[in-house]
Nanobody, 127 residues
Framework: QVQLVESGGGLVQAGGSLRLSCAAS????????VGWFRQAPGKEREFVSA????????YYVDSVKGRFSASRDNAKITVYLQMNSLKPEDTAVYYC????????????????????WGQGTQVTVSS
């Protein structure tokens, strides 16, 4: 089992950048595929990005492609989401999630495919 804690959220102006971190308990975090999701007020939770166990495969929702970048440092048991060129519509609570993947390059894009979730971190982008 793994416990996840997100950090790095905050208030930023449109066009700015933030880097979210997802820190995990346990030395086996390198065995997990990780996803990022977000939920804006009054909206359903939305997939944002996924990164494979190896870190060699990443996937993004179209709305963030070219602006967001996921990476991981398995030695530091942390996954990152670098968010650049932020827009007001990126405002949401961001969650990281993890699961044991089928293969080292597998990634997952739906919430119900993940077993473990963090508590979320608020990202607010002002216009």
């Amino acid at each position: 089992q793994v416990q996840l804690v997100e950090s790095g959220g905050g208030l930023v102006q449109a066009g700015g950048s933030l880097r979210l971190s997802c820190a995990a308990s346990g030395r086996s975090f390198s065995s997990y595929a990780v996803g990022w999701f977000r939920q804006a007020p009054g909206k359903e939770r939305e997939f944002v990005s996924a990164i494979s166990r190896s870190g060699g495969t990443t996937y993004y929702v179209d709305s963030v492609k070219g602006r967001f970048s996921a990476s991981r440092d398995n030695a530091k048991i942390t996954v990152y989401l670098q968010m650049n060129s932020l827009k007001p519509e990126d405002t949401a609570v961001y969650y990281c999630a993890a699961r044991i993947p089928r293969s080292s390059n597998s990634y997952y894009t739906t919430a119900d495919e993940y077993a473990y979730w963090g508590q979320g971190t608020q990202v607010t982008v002002s216009s």
